[in-house]
């Protein structure tokens, strides 16, 4: 494991939080123009509000519409899931293990890595999650790409359907003994694998594709041996968690 680091954090709102702090400021605005009742604002706060905690969306049944309509450009720095985003889900309960130093934007320097884009956003982190019910804590892996620009005449979301075909044949290669593997019903595209590692600790893995990303989360249980294997189940419910209210952002956050 990674030595754990206290990462910089920016100050104020960022990422996703920012885009529906702005979008819920100026919905309070106008409805207090028109004179709605202070209900009916507070309905409304809390619909927005939803959209930073996935609160009321565990299942990521929702819609991208919580979050904002699709950009048309992306900044540099603007989409950083690993130091903006995650540790503002309520619905799980994690601490950053990881120094905080993969993420890049080659619009800042380096190769995109993936041929025919021209532009990649990708990071990855490391966290311990506590599960629902405070069992055991596990070991939570999450990593992205995603393919902001690419060659003329190439496809952002093409490249994305090559390069999650691509990870998808080595999904299981971290998995000593697989138990279960197949399609897992999340994003535009997934595929989960789930079986015991090396240690004997119980893992799994969910690939996904939202759009023009491709992102994995990996969870390992931190027993070993004889103890108590964790649910495929358990994994999954975890994830849905994660993958619901990522989803909606990378839908956003992607320009069309």
């Not at 021209?118 to 599960?131: M, S, Y």
Request: proline residues 2%.
């Amino acid at each position: 494991m990674a030595e754990t680091k206290e990462p910089v954090r920016k100050k104020g709102l960022h990422g996703w939080r920012a885009a529906v702090a702005v979008f819920g400021c100026g919905t309070l605005a106008a409805f207090g123009v028109f004179g709605i009742i202070l209900a009916a604002v507070s309905a409304l706060f809390d619909v927005a509000s939803s959209g930073v905690d996935a609160s009321t969306d565990t299942a990521g049944t929702g819609t991208a519409e919580q979050i904002g309509e699709a950009r048309s450009s992306l900044g540099v720095g603007e989409m950083n899931v690993c130091d903006d985003n995650i540790e503002y889900l309520t619905t799980i309960n994690i601490t950053r293990q990881d120094s905080g130093e993969d993420y890049v934007d080659t619009d800042e320097g380096g190769d995109p890595e993936i041929d025919g884009a021209v532009r990649v956003v990708r990071d990855e982190c490391l966290w311990t999650i506590i599960p629902s019910g405070g069992s055991t804590p596990w070991d939570f892996e999450f990593r992205y790409e995603a393919i902001i620009d690419a060659d003329d005449g190439e496809s952002t979301e093409n490249l994305a359907i090559a390069r999650f075909d691509e990870m998808r044949s080595s999904i299981a290669d971290g998995v000593s003994e697989v138990e279960n593997e197949g399609e897992a019903d999340l994003g535009d595209a997934s595929y989960s694998v789930y079986g015991t590692g090396d240690e004997g600790q119980s893992v799994y893995l969910v690939l996904l594709r939202t759009r023009s990303a491709v992102y994995q989360i990996q969870f390992e249980d931190r027993r070993e041996g004889v103890a108590e294997a964790v649910s495929e189940n358990a994994f999954r419910n975890e994830a849905r968690k994660i993958t619901g209210f990522l989803g909606h952002g990378f839908e956003y956050w992607i320009p069309e």
